[in-house]
């Protein structure tokens, strides 16, 4: 009884731990995503300012294209990470499942045993009468 109360809350602990890296990538996304959208107005901005917006131009700004670099750099990590998310929400997926299993299991063996107490009771009974 109690190892299996022992596996019910170390699949519960996965579970939450699958939620939370699930979240914690879904955060970040939103971040770089965050990061990536000022990175295009910046690099808008001086492109403006300069009154030059193509990249290959010898006299483009310098700071536009360490920009442009660092948001290419932001919107591959974030490619990335949406694979990441497909995974992490495959691993949640099986991990809840998991969980469903042996509860499900708990709860069908602790109703065989209620059911093995009430007949050998029963049986008391009988046998006292």
């Known amino acids: 009884m109690k ?3 022992t ?25 770089f995503t965050r990061m990536a ?7 808008g901005a001086e492109e ?8 290959t131009h010898f006299a483009y700004s310098t700071y ?4 442009r670099v660092r948001r290419d ?3 591959t990590s974030i490619g990335e990470l949406r694979a990441q998310v497909d995974d ?19 709860g069908r063996e602790k109703g065989l045993d209620a059911r093995e107490r009430d007949l050998a009771s029963q049986g008391l009974r009988h046998a006292q009468a």
């Open 7 to 31: 596996l019910i809350r170390l699949k519960r602990f996965q579970v939450e731990e699958k939620r939370r890296r699930l979240a914690q990538i879904e955060m970040m996304i939103s971040e």
């Open 88 to 106: 992490a929400k495959s691993a949640l997926e099986d991990a809840t499942a998991e969980l469903a299993k042996v509860q499900n299991l708990d």
């Open 64 to 67: 536009a294209r360490a920009a």
């Open 48 to 55: 403006q300012r300069t009154n030059n917006i193509d990249p």
């Open 3 to 5: 190892s299996r109360d």
């Open 73 to 75: 750099n932001l919107k």
């Open 37 to 43: 959208t000022d990175l295009d107005r910046e690099i």
